[in-house]
Structures are given as C-alpha cells and as structure tokens.
C-alpha cells in the first residue's frame, strides 16, 4: 500500500508560481512512476505530468509544456511539481499518483492517489 500527501497548493495571482510537494511513507517509493494530475470544477479529473521511476523518462501535457517541471527526490521519497507562469485556467484540484513502471498519462492506469491539493489563480 502506498499513501500519497500532498502539499502546497494555495491562491496565486496569474503569472505566479507554486511548487506542489507530494510524499508517501515506505521505502518503495523509487519502484513507482509517479504522475501529477488535476481536476476543475466540472471536469474530468486530467494529465498533467509524469516521471519514471529513475527519473529518466518525464512527460506533460501540451497544455503545461514550458511551465511545469516535475521532479522526484527518492531519498526524501518526495515527488515535486513546480508550477510557473500560472493562468486562471490552471485552477484545480492537483493530485499525485503512483503506479508500477510503465509511465502514463491515462488516470486509470494509477493505482494509487492521494487526496488532492487545491491551486487557485486569481486574474
């Protein structure tokens, strides 16, 4: 069983920045691929960005490219996603998940999920 926190979400104004933070307890953290996604009021729940396991590989959503950074630090068992440039349409709930290799971009392919940090940008 893997338990996913994240943190620091917040209200920024359009233009700002945040860094999300998502960290597990266990020491398998560095078997999974983690990935970041989000959900508007509204919507369905949406890729945002993903790493592997080994930090080797990322991946993100055209609508987040040249903005968004995800990283991984598997000593802190701590997965980061820095979020720059931020627009009103960027608000959501963010949530962090893992699954075993084999990075993705599709929800149902994670198996575990937290419970989701709330970002709101202001105009």
């Known amino acids: 069983q893997v338990q996913l926190v994240e943190s620091g979400g917040g209200l920024v104004q359009a233009g700002g920045s945040l860094r999300l933070s998502c960290t597990t307890s266990?020491?398998?953290?560095?078997?999974?691929?983690m990935g970041w996604f989000r959900q508007a009021p509204g919507a369905e729940r949406e890729f945002v960005a993903a790493v592997t396991y080994n930090s080797g590989r990322t991946l993100y959503a055209d609508s987040v490219k040249g903005r968004f950074t995800i990283s991984r630090d598997n000593a802190e068992n701590t997965v980061y996603l820095a979020m720059n440039s931020l627009k009103p349409e960027d608000t959501a709930i963010f949530y962090c998940?893992?699954?075993?290799?084999?990075?993705?971009?599709?929800?149902?392919?994670?198996?575990?999920w937290g419970q989701g940090t709330q970002v709101t940008v202001s105009s």
């Open positions: 266990g020491r398998t953290f560095r078997s999974y691929d």
């Open positions: 998940a893992a699954r075993r290799p084999g990075v993705s971009m599709r929800v149902a392919d994670y198996e575990y």
